[in-house]
């Protein structure tokens, strides 16, 4: 009886072997993928509440060096460096001012989904929004109680991972 010749079989991977192997690297890549959507919709939701905590401080100093808050004539929304008044939705890349022409904020903040100066938008508290674009403030004036000053409340607005704005952040101040 004679043997056959055995066939050495070359060194290697099969085709079922290395389809095996993308998928499971294509399924790694698409797990990576969406943790980092939702770290960036958070990175940009802080980004938000940064800005607005930025403008929250900016109108808490403006109080402190201009405790009559009340009359349009004094008040960090409706005042830049010359006077003038500012717009219902303010934009202004040049800074908030004091009447004085104080710098308060500067530079503006940048909104984080659309990198243009963010916008803020000056309401009542009986007005105060509950929703706005995303990386919007809203800054909303609260009547100053028997004699005392008035104080503000302080709105911003992000997207959640689904696509919805939702108040980011809500602070009074004093």
Known sequence: MTSRPRIAREA????????VVMIIVLVLMAAAWVAMQGAKTSARARATVTSATTVG???????????VVGSPAVDPLLTRGGGAPFTQAQSEPNGLFSPGGEAL???WPTNPYTNNPVVITRATAAGCPTTGAFGSIAVCRVPAA?????????RAFAKNSSGAAYVVYDVQLA
């Open 12 to 19: 290697g991977f099969t085709l079922v072997e290395l389809i």
């Open 57 to 67: 401080r900016a109108i808490s100093t403006f109080n402190r060096q201009y405790p």
């Open 146 to 154: 028997q004699g005392g000053a008035a104080s503000f409340r302080i």
């Open 105 to 107: 904020l500067r530079p």
